[in-house]
């Protein structure tokens, strides 16, 4: 299915709407082509014949064409831009209910400034022509036929004389749809680009300024936003040498009409009156013509914004439930890792390489290992954001390729190194962690997390709106929202992934304090390099190249002086050097 049809099949839910207003264009179409035949009779059978009766009857019924035509034209542009809104509602939530259901693969290719590019201006691109260009092209069409039937029933040899421009506008149209298609899919993909850089520059505005790169970053915007120009200048030049040639085409189907239609009437085989139609009808008939190749530009840049958007529609989610896929039951906490290979791109070198291990239920487990030793990664298999390449990942005996991903996320809650909070209020981004929480549990999952007396400082306190990614508060304040927000969750399987390195050392105190709270009775994995964290742990496993070079408690592996020992003795502070 091509692009437009495939826009167009967003209308089906629609389609008793849109019958609607095609029965009210075929009503208003036939209005308009109306009054020139009125005007033939009032030239033909009043002036020339001077039967005065008829004059003002004949002028009140003009009035009244031009009056019920003027009002099924505000009927259907009201029923039209209707279903114009709707259509963008439906597309635009079908994007982002795709995007929301995608795999992180995806995300990790993809640019958000780009996706939020073909979210916004490509689907609004897209409405205007499956709307008002859809209608605009019916409407034209049906005038035109409208328009050739009258004219060759007026006089056949000036009908057909008058109808030959549309050979040449055919023409001309199949060679402007080859040259512009490409540059109209250019110029979408360059303004895609032009989104994406600003949205990086406005989401790292911090850095740009904190390293002085004000006038680098503008100058790269600007280049970008050139590259956009030249395409969009392009586009124009195509249109510019286009567009006149058809209305030189309308102009000479004008001159045909009056030259050979007053040769007829001299030669009597035409009258007055049909020339005066004729004359009448040539707006309803060239100017569609010009009206057509208008939509045409219009429907290409359409038709380029349309594949950008079924380019997201159609990219396949790598990780998805299986046909047989069941809930996930309430965890005991069992994780295990049965011979777990990983990469994050077919070809690349493995992060996780034959990896075993198995945690009990309650336990806690420290991952310890240098920065791509594949902590994180680790995380993330848990959460199944991806499928292993290889071997199994099981919790409580169910691979994770045999429940719902839904079920298994509910059981887990994670707080990271870079929490993420939403422009909202407090209690907004805690109770993510359990949307129906009453105030009451989100007020007490923040006193767990020793969050609710900064909180209550605060000008709104549980309403106060925390700015972009919690961009008002500090380090220490954000996570400790992120282990509220766990609280409330109440999660089965704990993943803790450097939870406290990237906060103030003020606050470190109070947030270990909620996060060692939080930690009873659950099992927990964390990765981290603190090590009066990992010397708690139940069991450390020790990760190397991907690979699991040792594991046990702190006293055992000091014992062994393997490559665990070798970095507890070159810490520094309380941190392993790794």
Same mark, same amino acid.
């Given at each position: 299915?091509?692009?437009?049809?495939?826009?167009?099949?967003?209308l089906?839910p629609?389609?008793?709407?849109v019958?609607?207003?095609?029965?009210f264009?075929?009503?208003?179409?036939?209005?308009?082509?109306?009054?020139?035949?009125?005007?033939?009779?009032?030239?033909?059978?009043?002036?020339?014949?001077?039967?005065?009766g008829?004059?003002?009857?004949?002028?009140?019924l003009?009035?009244?064409?031009? %009056?019920?035509?003027? +009002? &099924?034209?505000?009927?259907?542009?009201? *029923? $039209?831009?209707?279903?114009?809104? =709707?259509? #963008?509602?439906?597309?635009?939530?079908?994007?982002?209910?795709?995007?929301?259901?995608?795999?992180?693969?995806?995300?990790?290719?993809?640019?958000?400034?780009?996706?939020?590019?073909?979210?916004?201006?490509?689907?609004?691109?897209?409405?205007?022509?499956?709307?008002?260009?859809?209608?605009?092209?019916?409407?034209?069409?049906?005038?035109?036929?409208?328009?050739?039937i009258?004219?060759?029933?007026?006089n056949?040899?000036? %009908?057909?004389?008058? +109808? &030959?421009?549309?050979?040449?506008?055919? *023409? $001309?149209l199949?060679?402007?749809? =080859?040259r #512009?298609?490409?540059?109209?899919?250019?110029?979408?993909?360059?303004?895609?680009?032009?989104?994406?850089k600003?949205?990086?520059?406005?989401?790292?505005?911090?850095?740009i300024?904190?390293?002085?790169?004000?006038?680098?970053?503008?100058?790269?915007?600007?280049?970008?936003?050139?590259?956009?120009l030249?395409?969009?200048?392009?586009?124009v030049?195509?249109r510019?040498?286009?567009?006149?040639?058809?209305?030189?085409?309308?102009?000479?189907?004008?001159?045909?009409?009056?030259?050979?239609?007053?040769? $007829?009437?001299?030669?009597?085989?035409?009258?007055l009156?049909?020339?005066?139609?004729?004359?009448?009808?040539?707006?309803?008939?060239?100017?569609?013509?010009?009206?057509l190749?208008?939509?045409n530009?219009?429907?290409?840049?359409?038709?380029?914004?349309?594949?950008?958007?079924?380019?997201?529609?159609d990219?396949?989610?790598?990780?998805?439930?299986?046909?047989?896929?069941l809930?996930?039951?309430?965890l005991?906490?069992?994780?295990?890792?049965?011979?777990v290979?990983f990469?994050?791109?077919?070809g690349?070198?493995?992060?996780?390489?034959?990896?075993?291990?198995?945690?009990?239920?309650?336990?806690?487990?420290?991952?310890?290992?240098?920065?791509?030793?594949?902590?994180?990664?680790?995380?993330?298999?848990?959460?199944?954001?991806?499928?292993?390449?290889?071997?199994?990942?099981?919790?409580?005996?169910?691979?994770?390729?045999?429940?719902?991903?839904?079920?298994?996320?509910?059981?887990?809650?994670?707080?990271?190194?870079?929490?993420?909070?939403?422009?909202?209020?407090?209690?907004?981004?805690?109770?993510?962690?359990?949307?129906?929480?009453?105030?009451?549990?989100v007020?007490?999952?923040?006193?767990?997390?020793?969050?609710?007396?900064?909180?209550?400082?605060l000008?709104?306190?549980?309403?106060?709106?925390?700015?972009?990614?919690?961009?008002?508060?500090?380090?220490?304040?954000?996570?400790?929202?992120?282990?509220?927000?766990a609280?409330?969750?109440?999660?089965?399987?704990l993943?803790?992934?450097?939870?406290?390195?990237a906060?103030?050392p003020?606050?470190?105190?109070?947030?270990?304090?909620?996060?060692?709270?939080?930690?009873?009775?659950?099992?927990?994995?964390?990765?981290?390099?603190?090590?009066?964290?990992?010397?708690?742990?139940?069991?450390?496993?020790?990760?190397?190249?991907?690979?699991?070079?040792?594991?046990?408690?702190?006293?055992?592996l000091m014992?062994?002086?393997?490559?665990y020992?070798?970095?507890?003795?070159?810490?520094?502070?309380?941190?392993?050097l790794?």
């Amino acid at each position: 299915m091509s692009t437009f049809w495939r826009l167009l099949s967003y209308l089906r839910p629609y389609r008793l709407w849109v019958a609607l207003g095609f029965v009210f264009l075929l009503l208003a179409v036939a209005l308009e082509l109306a009054p020139p035949l009125v005007w033939k009779w009032i030239v033909d059978g009043v002036v020339l014949r001077r039967r005065w009766g008829l004059f003002w009857p004949l002028l009140l019924l003009l009035t009244a064409i031009q %009056g019920a035509s003027a +009002l &099924l034209s505000a009927w259907r542009s009201r *029923l $039209l831009e209707t279903v114009g809104q =709707r259509f #963008v509602f439906d597309l635009r939530n079908q994007l982002y209910e795709n995007l929301s259901h995608q795999s992180l693969a995806y995300f990790n290719e993809a640019r958000t400034g780009d996706l939020i590019s073909r979210v916004s201006s490509d689907v609004d691109a897209v409405q205007e022509v499956i709307i008002r260009g859809t209608d605009s092209v019916l409407a034209n069409a049906l005038r035109l036929i409208g328009v050739a039937i009258i004219f060759c029933a007026l006089n056949l040899t000036l %009908g057909l004389a008058t +109808l &030959l421009p549309i050979v040449l506008v055919g *023409l $001309l149209l199949q060679r402007f749809n =080859r040259r #512009v298609k490409g540059v109209y899919k250019a110029a979408r993909e360059k303004l895609g680009l032009v989104t994406a850089k600003l949205q990086d520059n406005l989401s790292g505005i911090r850095v740009i300024k904190a390293f002085a790169r004000e006038e680098d970053e503008a100058a790269a915007f600007r280049l970008l936003s050139e590259r956009y120009l030249d395409e969009n200048i392009h586009a124009v030049r195509v249109r510019s040498t286009f567009f006149p040639f058809v209305r030189w085409i309308a102009s000479f189907g004008n001159t045909i009409t009056i030259g050979y239609g007053a040769w $007829l009437i001299v030669h009597h085989q035409f009258t007055l009156g049909g020339l005066v139609a004729y004359r009448g009808y040539g707006r309803y008939f060239f100017g569609p013509i010009d009206d057509l190749t208008q939509i045409n530009d219009t429907v290409q840049r359409a038709v380029a914004a349309g594949n950008r958007i079924f380019q997201v529609l159609d990219a396949p989610v790598t990780v998805t439930d299986a046909p047989t896929a069941l809930p996930l039951p309430p965890l005991a906490g069992e994780v295990a890792f049965q011979r777990v290979t990983f990469a994050y791109r077919p070809g690349a070198s493995p992060v996780l390489d034959d990896l075993s291990f198995h945690v009990h239920p309650g336990q806690t487990a420290a991952l310890v290992g240098e920065s791509g030793a594949g902590k994180s990664t680790i995380f993330a298999l848990l959460s199944r954001f991806w499928d292993p390449d290889g071997g199994r990942i099981c919790i409580d005996g169910h691979d994770l390729r045999d429940v719902t991903q839904h079920s298994l996320r509910r059981q887990i809650a994670a707080v990271q190194q870079d929490t993420f909070l939403f422009a909202a209020s407090v209690a907004e981004n805690i109770r993510y962690g359990r949307p129906d929480a009453t105030d009451a549990e989100v007020e007490d999952a923040a006193r767990a997390a020793n969050a609710h007396d900064f909180i209550a400082r605060l000008a709104d306190g549980y309403h106060t709106l925390v700015g972009e990614r919690g961009v008002k508060l500090s380090g220490g304040q954000r996570q400790r929202l992120a282990v509220a927000r766990a609280f409330l969750a109440d999660p089965r399987l704990l993943l803790l992934d450097e939870a406290t390195s990237a906060v103030e050392p003020e606050s470190e105190r109070v947030i270990q304090e909620a996060i060692e709270r939080l930690m009873a009775g659950r099992t927990t994995l964390i990765a981290t390099h603190r090590l009066s964290t990992i010397r708690s742990a139940d069991v450390i496993f020790v990760l190397h190249h991907g690979r699991l070079a040792e594991q046990g408690t702190h006293a055992e592996l000091m014992r062994r002086g393997g490559l665990y020992a070798r970095m507890v003795t070159q810490q520094q502070g309380d941190v392993l050097l790794v």
